[in-house]
Nanobody
């Protein structure tokens, strides 16, 4: 069955970096779009980034554009979210999610079906 395991969160100082990993099993990443989402305390979950590796399509939410990079290692069946220049407002539980490819891109972010467990990212001095 489709399974996603997220990891890599932690405590980091402002302007620091972290790399989140999402290990996938039960499916081939090339056949699925994968997204990263986050939920801060008291806020709704929001989509951060997504990738459709078969078509080379990526998306970034405005607040992370230029700071975060999503990538896929097909050999490891793993999706990464490299985060640089982290800010306190990036503090949240981060989740990866997947859905079968529909069209050439990974949008909309509202239609993801399979979810991994969250990993906490805390940006604080």
């Amino acid at each position: 069955q489709v399974q996603l395991v997220g990891s890599g969160g932690g405590l980091v100082q402002p302007d620091g970096s972290l790399r989140l990993s999402c290990a996938a099993s039960g499916f081939t990443l090339a056949d699925y779009a994968v997204g990263w989402f986050r939920q801060a305390p008291g806020k709704e979950r929001e989509g951060v980034s997504c990738i459709s590796s078969r078509y080379g399509f990526t998306y970034y939410e405005d607040s992370v554009y230029g700071r975060f990079t999503i990538s896929v290692d097909n050999a490891k069946n793993t999706v990464y979210l490299q985060m640089h220049s982290l800010k306190p407002e990036d503090t949240a539980v981060y989740y990866c999610a997947a859905r079968p490819n529909v069209g050439y891109n990974c949008l909309p972010l509202s239609e993801y079906q399979y979810w991994g467990q969250g990993t906490q990212v805390t940006v604080s001095s």
